[in-house]
């Protein structure tokens, strides 16, 4: 992996600038059964194609951002501060509710 | 209870000296140190500043000026323009501008980090207290040694760094001013471009040490040295920067 | 030196002689000479032996490509002496001949070794009796292999550098193609870098065509302002990153637009015999001619494919060598070959070599007409004695980078061989790897790809995009090729289709007989492609005789997947400069001058030991010591929510914390598991100060603000963990000491057990923790990392008369032991719950708010925990292994001990164990079975050392 990424702040580097954060995913908005909160804490999508995830520039300014890329090809469809992502909730309030289909493993 | 224990000039008294993460590897390299503002500061080698600066602009030189101020902002973006603008100053996201002896460096749209002179890091620290005084949300924090830092000058300096940093430096994409964070030396970085051939870099503290060693095995080898903090200050620096933005 | 007269385009300069050594003779050389020219010129034909068979091998290719002249240049094996410059006082010596290159004992493999040597015998052959693997092993590793490296570390050891360049343009490959285009990128104002694997640009040109204008081509780039690296092969292709290695340094090229000029590959033909010394591609003939004026035989005979071989008769036949015959495999040898016969060279249409005979080198060769191979006996042979026979089976194109970066490539009937299909965006190809033939096609190939990159990055003028409409109307020019066929000659010798591994052809029929029958599991089990030459003389030979055998079309056969590197590069390129990111705290240069033991604590260096652990924990219990704890992860966390964040993020509570007092916080996962330890101390009320364990300081961290970018709360986090040092001074005589340099009252009633305080040391403002790690009393002080000398020098002045000693790493875990604080991820891993590791207390679930890791809590506090961490003593002075298994009456794991050590302050050892939960109470028994030992420990659940915390609170 040596692709390129663009920190919202910071501009287009190298992949190993950043921390990987896993694709995002909904926390349970209430106390969840036994079994959707070991859903949740243990099983991910994990999809071939695009996925949006969660990236750390750990290197630079130490901020978590949104990407949405295809695990494919490493081809990055765009990078975005969490309240600035397409799709997120409008009221900017999570980023990690706003996914098509997280929602189905819960 | 408050947070003085984070200010290196509060803190100091009794003859308290401060030192760089640098001093040691400095020293070994032939250093003559000079304490001015409260640091041990390395200010020249034996062979004197005008060789130094000389030999810096015909190759590379790197300067440990780990005892620059820094003071961090956090706040609402709109907020932390207020303040920089009272300043004389502004924050841009990748540019940083030069006011009060100081690099203005936007992080985040929330977080700022100001760089400036060590003679002026307690009156600025003050300054900032006093504009951010009452703005809810607004945090101030200094942070001067949470950064050790290195200025590397000359017309050789973008090849030093080509070998331990793989920020783009080329001057189309990284123009006098340009704002880079990114990896140095495979540690957590900010770099600023203060002049043409004059690039101040920011690292952790811990790391200083290390970083000198990397920077010198490079540096070295390409036919740099190190060089003093007098040398740094007869050549080409952020005055000039400063000079661009009033004008 | 035997030497042609002066050629047109030759490298080499006669008025400078350089003299180097080969297996210890004297070899004479020009400037400008290859080992391999040079020991050509001297007679030399026989340059290796073989991989297997241990078979004479001489010049193949002359351009690097092939495996047959790898040697070792002053020690350091892998060189290839027909790229190597020849230099002043160079120390050569062969690779795998014992005794000598004219001798070898192991040409027994070949000779009687032959029918016991098929692919994959040694699993075959060497399976029993097992216990001889070990002696099988070191045989088979001195009989093969490219050479040895050299024993001692510094003799290995060289500089290399990594340089990152970026740029807007990579042209890889310095061809008439590479250079067009980077000619034209460049010219239009692009930032353009040109990596060619020669010693000078050029390519093919300054052999095969006019060395004098490509020459002047390349000066041009030069002027243009294009960064040329000669000598220097792109490795591979890692998403728009370009490793080139040249000399010493790996260039990491990243740029935005790559133009792959890579050119094509000469291809051998697969005959019995073919690979005898005098046996060599016509470029390879050609080059030597050429470029070193070094004869390549007296007589030759020609097979070819296609023109290029009549070009090479040409060509020879200029520098004096005779052509016995060429035989070409077309029906028609067309416009060149009418021309060869008019100059008295007998031209063989429809005809191809099926054997090289000769006993050290090639002293005949038999053609014979194509359509006759295959039967059962061939007619019309023809036999010509000649000292070389040069073969041009076509060309593949080099199409390794491309395919790495995403390209396709399919078979094309007409070409003979599989052609690159289309490149992603951003991307281009150009001059013969795109297929493109004729001089005139491959330049404008190359300048369309320069111009289309220029475009692409938004340079350009209207001149230039006027240009490219009419270059892109140029018509295409293919090659005219013909099919070599998949081996003849089969039945008269071996015939090889790889010279890296020693395959031949019936190596490759038997894989797949054995059911090795696709083309990836064949060229693992023969290990065709894997060698040196990384499946430039071997891929596209396999592939026919695969397809061949099997009855499959070439395009159903494939070919294997591409992979870096490009060429055998040496590890040490690789790893570039041996300098590790480490940090060191403000105060490492006072455990320096103290003789400290230093080790690697996470990417720390720390001091361990002072040389005497056991002494120095006692020095703690019975007066003082101090402890350099700059390590510890240390965070601001300030605002209005400051308190509700960390209520949020720990099972405890904080938001009741009182300001100037201090709690110990377990961060837990969602799952409920134990992420991370530390204490916290409220500054005032909106502000906290937050410690997290030493190795677990970053990733709390990114912990924190990853929920507060959920969150959203109005909170900001500052990081300070660099930006503060920090000591513990712990023991009874604490309190003294810190009575001597401190500006505040130190007294237990005016600063209790876990208090927080700000005061003055020796002139500097910190911030004293009262807590107690260690057992006894102890103020942990944190101050800017600038005064880390003045502070620790200032303690230790002060405590020296009270009998204070600096401790380390080591005898602090001995002290925390004594005390069973645990150490998160030495005590726990990550299936540790906060109530399995005895800390139910810290979990405060009736917490109104939602936290982490509440949900999962509130499920294991409800049920009782299979295993429990507990404390375990030993009288008898055994130390069991941390690590060592807790066992139960049959004998079975049933828990593990974490931790161990002898407490010289108890005088007996003590330990922290996973248990079964029915075993964890005091004074029970249980058995851990350590490395064959097996020791009988007593349960202990309460701290070993001041189980009351009365010494704690004092």
Same mark, same amino acid.
């Given at each position: 992996?040596?692709?390129?990424?663009?920190?919202?702040?910071?501009?287009?580097?190298?992949?190993?600038?950043?921390?990987?954060?896993?694709?995002?995913?909904?926390?349970?908005?209430?106390?969840?059964?036994?079994?959707?909160?070991?859903?949740?804490?243990?099983?991910?999508?994990?999809?071939?194609?695009?996925?949006?995830?969660?990236?750390?520039?750990?290197?630079?300014?130490?901020?978590?951002?949104?990407?949405?890329?295809?695990?494919?090809?490493?081809?990055?469809?765009?990078?975005?501060?969490?309240?600035?992502?397409?799709?997120?909730?409008?009221?900017?309030?999570?980023?990690?509710?706003?996914?098509?289909?997280?929602?189905?493993?819960? | 209870?408050?947070?003085?224990?984070?200010?290196?000039?509060?803190?100091?008294?009794?003859?308290?000296?401060?030192?760089?993460?640098?001093?040691?590897?400095?020293?070994?390299?032939?250093?003559?140190?000079?304490?001015?503002?409260?640091?041990?500061?390395?200010? &020249?080698?034996?062979?004197?500043?005008?060789?130094?600066?000389?030999?810096?602009?015909?190759?590379?030189?790197?300067?440990?000026?780990?005892?620059?101020?820094?003071?961090?902002?956090?706040?609402?973006?709109?907020?932390?323009?207020?303040? &920089?603008?009272?300043?004389?100053?502004?924050?841009?996201?990748?540019?940083?501008?030069?006011?009060?002896?100081?690099?203005?460096?936007?992080?985040?749209?929330?977080?700022?980090?100001?760089?400036? =002179?060590?003679?002026?890091?307690?009156?600025?620290?003050?300054?900032? &207290?006093?504009?951010?005084?009452?703005? =809810?949300?607004?945090?101030?924090? =200094?942070?001067?040694?949470?950064?050790? &830092?290195?200025?590397?000058?000359?017309?050789?300096?973008?090849?030093?760094?080509?070998?331990?940093?793989?920020?783009?430096?080329?001057?189309?994409?990284?123009?006098?001013?340009?704002?880079?964070?990114?990896?140095?030396?495979?540690?957590?970085?900010?770099?600023?471009?203060?002049?043409?051939?004059?690039?101040?870099?920011?690292?952790?503290?811990?790391?200083?040490?290390?970083?000198?060693?990397?920077?010198?095995?490079?540096?070295?080898?390409?036919?740099?040295?190190?060089?003093?903090?007098?040398?740094?200050?007869?050549?080409?620096?952020?005055?000039?920067?400063? =000079?661009?933005?009033?004008? | 030196?035997?030497?042609?007269?002066?050629?047109?385009?030759?490298?080499?300069?006669?008025?400078?002689?350089?003299?180097?050594?080969?297996?210890?003779?004297?070899?004479?050389?020009?400037?400008?000479?290859?080992?391999?020219?040079?020991?050509?010129?001297?007679?030399?034909?026989?340059?290796?032996?073989?991989? $297997?068979?241990?078979?004479?091998?001489?010049?193949?290719?002359?351009?690097?490509?092939?495996?047959?002249?790898?040697?070792?240049?002053?020690?350091?094996?892998?060189?290839?002496?027909?790229?190597?410059?020849?230099?002043?006082?160079?120390?050569?010596?062969?690779?795998?001949?014992?005794?000598?290159?004219?001798?070898?004992?192991?040409?027994?493999?070949?000779?009687?070794?032959?029918?016991?040597?098929?692919?994959?015998?040694?699993?075959?052959?060497?399976?029993?009796?097992?216990?001889?693997?070990?002696?099988?092993?070191?045989?088979?590793?001195?009989?093969?292999?490219?050479?040895?490296?050299?024993?001692?570390?510094?003799?290995?050891?060289?500089?290399?550098?990594?340089?990152?360049?970026?740029?807007?343009?990579?042209?890889?490959?310095?061809?008439?193609?590479?250079?067009?285009?980077?000619?034209?990128?460049?010219?239009?104002?692009?930032?353009?870098?040109?990596?060619?694997?020669?010693?000078?640009?050029?390519?093919?040109?300054?052999?095969?065509?006019?060395?004098?204008?490509?020459?002047?081509?390349?000066?041009?780039?030069?002027?243009?302002?294009?960064?040329?690296?000669?000598?220097?092969?792109?490795?591979?292709?890692?998403?728009?990153?370009?490793?080139?290695?040249?000399?010493?340094?790996?260039?990491?090229?990243?740029?935005?637009?790559?133009?792959?000029?890579?050119?094509?590959?000469?291809?051998?033909?697969?005959?019995?015999?073919?690979?005898?010394?005098?046996?060599?591609?016509?470029?390879?003939?050609?080059?030597?001619?050429?470029?070193?004026?070094?004869?390549?035989?007296?007589?030759?005979?020609?097979?070819?494919?296609?023109?290029?071989?009549?070009?090479?008769?040409?060509?020879?036949?200029?520098?004096?060598?005779?052509?016995?015959?060429?035989?070409?495999?077309?029906?028609?040898?067309?416009?060149?070959?009418?021309?060869?016969?008019?100059?008295?060279?007998?031209?063989?249409?429809?005809?191809?070599?099926?054997?090289?005979?000769?006993?050290?080198?090639?002293?005949?060769?038999?053609?014979?007409?194509?359509?006759?191979?295959?039967?059962?006996?061939?007619?019309?042979?023809?036999?010509?004695?000649?000292?070389?026979?040069?073969?041009?089976?076509?060309?593949?194109?080099?199409?390794?980078?491309?395919?790495?970066?995403?390209?396709?490539?399919?078979?094309?009937?007409?070409?003979?061989?599989?052609?690159?299909?289309?490149?992603?965006?951003?991307?281009?190809?150009?001059?013969?790897?795109?297929?493109?033939?004729?001089?005139?096609?491959?330049?404008?190939?190359?300048?369309?790809?320069?111009?289309?990159?220029?475009?692409?990055?938004?340079?350009?003028?209207?001149?230039?995009?006027?240009?490219?409409?009419?270059?892109?109307?140029?018509?295409?020019?293919?090659?005219?090729?013909?099919?070599?066929?998949?081996?003849?000659?089969?039945?008269?010798?071996?015939?090889?289709?790889?010279?890296?591994?020693?395959?031949?052809?019936?190596?490759?029929?038997?894989? *797949?007989?054995?059911?090795?029958?696709? *083309?990836?599991?064949?060229?693992?089990?023969?290990?065709?492609?894997?060698?040196?030459?990384?499946?430039?003389?071997?891929?596209?030979?396999?592939?026919?005789?695969?397809?061949?055998?099997?009855?499959?079309?070439?395009?159903?056969?494939?070919?294997?997947?591409?992979?870096?590197?490009?060429?055998?590069?040496?590890?040490?390129?690789?790893?570039?400069?041996?300098?590790?990111?480490? $940090?060191?705290?403000?105060?490492?240069?006072?455990?320096?001058?103290?003789?400290?033991?230093? $080790?690697?604590?996470?990417?720390?260096?720390?001091?361990?030991?002072?040389?005497?652990?056991?002494?120095?924990?006692?020095?703690?219990?019975?007066?003082?010591?101090?402890?350099?704890?700059?390590?510890?992860?240390?965070?601001?966390?300030?605002?209005?929510?400051?308190?509700?964040?960390?209520?949020?993020?720990?099972?405890?509570?904080?938001?009741?914390?009182?300001?100037?007092?201090?709690?110990?916080?377990?961060?837990?996962?969602?799952? #409920?598991?134990?992420?991370?330890?530390?204490?916290?101390?409220?500054?005032?009320?909106?502000?906290?100060?937050?410690?997290?364990?030493?190795?677990?300081?970053?990733?709390?961290?990114?912990?924190?603000?990853?929920?507060?970018?959920?969150?959203?709360?109005?909170?900001?986090?500052?990081?300070?963990?660099?930006?503060?040092?920090?000591?513990?001074?712990?023991?009874?005589?604490?309190?003294?000491?810190?009575?001597?340099?401190?500006?505040?009252?130190?007294?237990?009633?005016?600063?209790?057990?876990?208090?927080?305080?700000?005061?003055?040391?020796? #002139?500097?403002?910190?911030?004293?923790?009262?807590?107690?790690?260690?057992?006894?009393?102890?103020?942990?002080?944190?101050?800017?990392?600038?005064?880390?000398?003045?502070?620790?020098?200032?303690?230790?002045? !002060?405590?020296?008369?009270?009998?204070?000693?600096?401790?380390?790493?080591?005898?602090?875990?001995?002290?925390?032991?004594?005390?069973?604080?645990?150490?998160?991820?030495?005590?726990?891993?990550?299936?540790?719950?906060?109530?399995?590791?005895?800390?139910?207390?810290?979990?405060?679930?009736? $917490?109104?708010?939602?936290?982490?890791?509440?949900?999962?809590?509130?499920?294991?506090?409800?049920?009782?925990? !299979?295993?429990?961490?507990?404390?375990?003593?030993?009288?008898?002075?055994?130390?069991?292994?941390?690590?060592?298994?807790?066992?139960?009456?049959?004998?079975?794991?049933?828990?593990?001990?974490?931790?161990?050590?002898?407490?010289?302050?108890?005088?007996?050892?003590?330990?922290?164990?996973?248990?079964?939960?029915?075993?964890?109470?005091?004074?029970?028994?249980?058995?851990?079975?350590?490395?064959?030992?097996?020791?009988?420990?007593?349960?202990?659940?309460?701290?070993?050392?001041?189980?009351?915390?009365?010494?704690?609170?004092?």
């Amino acid at each position: 992996m040596s692709f390129l990424l663009e920190c919202p702040n910071c501009g287009v580097r190298e992949v190993t600038d950043f921390g990987f954060g896993g694709e995002v995913s909904a926390r349970p908005k209430q106390r969840p059964s036994f079994r959707e909160l070991n859903t949740y804490n243990y099983f991910r999508r994990n999809v071939a194609g695009v996925q949006r995830e969660w990236w750390f520039h750990r290197s630079g300014c130490r901020a978590w951002f949104i990407a949405e890329r295809d695990t494919t090809t490493n081809e990055v469809k765009f990078t975005a501060l969490p309240a600035d992502a397409p799709g997120s909730d409008p009221s900017g309030e999570s980023a990690r509710v706003a996914v098509e289909s997280g929602g189905d493993l819960l | 209870m408050n947070l003085d224990f984070l200010s290196a000039g509060a803190a100091a008294a009794d003859g308290a000296v401060a030192r760089s993460p640098m001093e040691a590897k400095a020293r070994a390299a032939g250093a003559r140190f000079d304490i001015r503002d409260g640091w041990n500061v390395a200010h &020249a080698f034996a062979e004197g500043a005008e060789e130094e600066a000389r030999a810096a602009t015909r190759t590379a030189g790197w300067a440990d000026v780990s005892h620059l101020g820094k003071l961090e902002l956090q706040g609402p973006p709109d907020q932390l323009d207020r303040i &920089a603008s009272e300043c004389g100053a502004e924050l841009r996201l990748g540019e940083a501008s030069r006011a009060g002896e100081a690099w203005w460096c936007r992080l985040t749209t929330t977080r700022a980090l100001v760089v400036c =002179e060590a003679r002026v890091t307690d009156a600025l620290r003050a300054q900032l &207290a006093d504009a951010s005084a009452g703005a =809810e949300q607004v945090t101030l924090t =200094e942070v001067t040694t949470n950064f050790a &830092a290195m200025t590397l000058v000359g017309p050789g300096a973008r090849e030093v760094f080509a070998r331990f940093c793989a920020l783009d430096l080329r001057p189309a994409v990284t123009p006098v001013r340009a704002l880079r964070p990114g990896s140095i030396a495979r540690q957590p970085g900010i770099l600023i471009r203060e002049a043409e051939d004059r690039y101040l870099f920011l690292f952790g503290w811990a790391t200083g040490e290390y970083v000198w060693s990397a920077v010198a095995d490079a540096g070295e080898h390409l036919g740099g040295r190190p060089i003093g903090i007098d040398a740094l200050s007869a050549l080409p620096g952020p005055a000039r920067a400063e =000079e661009t933005l009033s004008a | 030196m035997s030497r042609l007269g002066q050629q047109p385009g030759e490298r080499i300069t006669r008025t400078k002689k350089v003299s180097f050594s080969f297996d210890g003779k004297k070899v004479e050389a020009y400037e400008g000479d290859t080992i391999a020219s040079a020991l050509y010129a001297a007679g030399r034909r026989t340059f290796s032996r073989s991989f $297997k068979y241990h078979r004479r091998r001489g010049l193949m290719c002359v351009a690097g490509q092939c495996p047959n002249c790898i040697c070792a240049v002053d020690g350091a094996p892998g060189a290839r002496a027909c790229t190597e410059p020849a230099r002043e006082g160079m120390q050569v010596t062969h690779v795998n001949a014992l005794p000598s290159l004219e001798f070898d004992a192991m040409r027994v493999t070949d000779i009687a070794g032959g029918p016991f040597t098929p692919p994959g015998f040694y699993y075959k052959t060497f399976i029993r009796p097992r216990r001889l693997w070990p002696l099988y092993e070191k045989i088979l590793r001195n009989a093969a292999g490219l050479g040895k490296l050299r024993h001692s570390q510094p003799e290995r050891e060289w500089r290399t550098e990594y340089r990152r360049r970026h740029a807007d343009v990579l042209v890889t490959g310095g061809g008439i193609a590479g250079l067009q285009a980077a000619l034209a990128a460049a010219r239009l104002g692009a930032d353009v870098v040109l990596a060619d694997e020669g010693p000078e640009p050029g390519g093919q040109q300054l052999v095969e065509g006019a060395p004098q204008r490509v020459r002047e081509l390349a000066e041009h780039v030069r002027e243009a302002g294009v960064e040329i690296l000669s000598g220097a092969s792109a490795l591979g292709y890692f998403d728009g990153l370009v490793p080139v290695w040249q000399g010493d340094t790996l260039h990491q090229v990243r740029a935005r637009h790559h133009v792959f000029a890579t050119g094509t590959i000469e291809q051998p033909l697969v005959f019995a015999g073919n690979d005898l010394p005098g046996v060599m591609l016509s470029g390879g003939a050609r080059r030597l001619a050429a470029l070193y004026a070094v004869s390549p035989g007296r007589r030759a005979v020609i097979a070819t494919t296609s023109d290029r071989g009549l070009h090479a008769a040409a060509a020879l036949r200029d520098a004096g060598v005779e052509i016995a015959a060429v035989a070409d495999l077309r029906p028609d040898a067309g416009e060149l070959g009418r021309q060869l016969r008019a100059a008295g060279v007998p031209v063989f249409a429809g005809h191809t070599v099926i054997e090289a005979k000769g006993s050290k080198t090639v002293q005949s060769a038999v053609i014979a007409p194509v359509e006759a191979l295959g039967a059962d006996g061939i007619r019309d042979e023809h036999s010509f004695e000649c000292d070389l026979v040069a073969v041009s089976g076509g060309a593949i194109p080099a199409s390794s980078l491309p395919l790495q970066a995403g390209a396709q490539s399919a078979y094309d009937p007409a070409l003979g061989h599989f052609a690159l299909g289309a490149l992603p965006d951003g991307l281009s190809a150009a001059g013969e790897v795109t297929g493109a033939g004729s001089d005139e096609s491959v330049a404008v190939s190359g300048e369309l790809a320069g111009l289309r990159a220029a475009h692409a990055l938004g340079l350009g003028t209207d001149e230039s995009r006027a240009r490219l409409e009419r270059l892109e109307q140029a018509p295409a020019q293919p090659v005219d090729v013909v099919v070599a066929p998949a081996v003849s000659g089969e039945g008269r010798g071996k015939c090889f289709a790889c010279f890296c591994e020693d395959v031949t052809s019936k190596d490759v029929h038997l894989s *797949i007989a054995e059911g090795y029958d696709s *083309i990836e599991l064949s060229k693992r089990y023969t290990t065709v492609t894997m060698g040196p030459c990384q499946g430039r003389m071997c891929q596209l030979p396999s592939v026919r005789l695969m397809a061949q055998e099997t009855g499959q079309s070439l395009q159903e056969v494939g070919t294997t997947t591409a992979r870096p590197p490009w060429v055998s590069v040496p590890m040490g390129i690789l790893g570039g400069r041996p300098i590790e990111p480490a $940090k060191r705290s403000a105060i490492h240069n006072r455990h320096r001058e103290l003789g400290a033991t230093i $080790k690697w604590a996470g990417d720390w260096r720390r001091a361990y030991d002072y040389g005497d652990p056991a002494g120095e924990a006692l020095a703690v219990n019975q007066a003082a010591g101090l402890i350099d704890v700059s390590t510890l992860g240390k965070l601001i966390v300030r605002g209005p929510d400051a308190g509700d964040f960390l209520d949020r993020l720990y099972p405890n509570r904080f938001s009741n914390l009182k300001p100037g007092r201090i709690r110990y916080g377990v961060i837990s996962s969602d799952a #409920g598991r134990i992420v991370d330890d530390g204490t916290i101390c409220r500054i005032d009320d909106e502000t906290f100060y937050v410690t997290t364990t030493s190795s677990g300081a970053g990733a709390v961290e990114e912990w924190f603000s990853w929920w507060l970018a959920d969150w959203g709360q109005r909170v900001s986090l500052t990081d300070v963990t660099q930006g503060l040092g920090a000591v513990n001074l712990a023991g009874p005589k604490a309190r003294e000491i810190m009575a001597a340099v401190c500006d505040i009252d130190c007294s237990n009633e005016a600063f209790a057990y876990l208090d927080g305080k700000q005061a003055r040391i020796a #002139g500097v403002q910190c911030l004293i923790l009262r807590i107690g790690f260690v057992g006894e009393v102890g103020y942990e002080i944190h101050f800017p990392s600038a005064y880390g000398e003045h502070i620790w020098d200032a303690l230790v002045e !002060a405590g020296t008369p009270h009998g204070l000693r600096p401790f380390g790493l080591e005898p602090q875990r001995i002290l925390r032991l004594q005390k069973m604080h645990i150490l998160v991820g030495q005590d726990t891993d990550s299936e540790s719950t906060p109530f399995a590791a005895a800390m139910p207390w810290i979990v405060k679930l009736d $917490k109104e708010q939602d936290f982490i890791g509440k949900w999962a809590l509130e499920h294991y506090s409800q049920q009782p925990p !299979a295993a429990a961490l507990v404390g375990f003593t030993m009288a008898n002075g055994d130390v069991p292994t941390e690590g060592a298994v807790v066992v139960d009456e049959a004998g079975t794991p049933a828990g593990q001990v974490t931790s161990s050590r002898h407490s010289p302050v108890l005088g007996r050892t003590i330990g922290m164990a996973w248990v079964p939960e029915a075993l964890a109470h005091d004074g029970a028994t249980i058995t851990i079975s350590d490395e064959g030992r097996t020791l009988s420990a007593e349960i202990q659940t309460k701290p070993f050392y001041d189980p009351d915390g009365e010494v704690l609170r004092s």
